[in-house]
């Protein structure tokens, strides 16, 4: 079974950036979707962004738009995640996770595989 590596977490203040990489065990299907999700404490785990492998498809959270990026390198098996202008209410466990259907999705619920997260702290 796949395993998903997350990396780039950290502190980091208010306005400030940050980095988020996700490396899969092996060569992730062309068309399954990649997706970043998010928990803060005390709330449910929520979408943040999501790329298709092969296809260039790619969604935001509304929370996030404009200020974060995701990539994906298909050499290196790798998802990043781009991190600008972070509020406090960034604060969370970040998750990369891999859909295991080429349907597209943005649900947590249909994300089968996961990485073990990576802890962002945004400072005031």
């Known amino acids: 079974q796949v395993q998903l590596v997350e990396s780039g977490g950290g502190l980091v203040q208010v306005g400030g950036s940050l980095r988020l990489s996700c490396v899969a065990s092996e060569r992730t299907d062309s068309w399954y979707p990649m997706g970043w999700f998010r928990q803060a404490p005390g709330k449910e785990r929520e979408f943040v962004a999501a790329?298709?492998?092969?296809?260039?498809?790619?969604g935001y959270a509304d929370s996030v738009r404009g200020r974060f990026s995701i990539s994906r390198d298909s050499a290196k098996n790798a998802v990043y995640l781009q991190m600008n202008s972070v509020k406090p209410e960034d604060t969370a466990v970040y998750y990369c996770?891999?859909?295991?259907?080429?349907?597209?999705?943005?649900?947590?619920?249909?994300?089968?595989?996961w990485g073990q997260g990576t802890q962002v702290t945004v400072s005031s």
């Open positions: 996770a891999r859909r295991e259907s080429s349907d597209w999705s943005t649900e947590v619920w249909e994300y089968a595989t």
């Open positions: 790329v298709n492998w092969n296809g260039g498809r790619i």
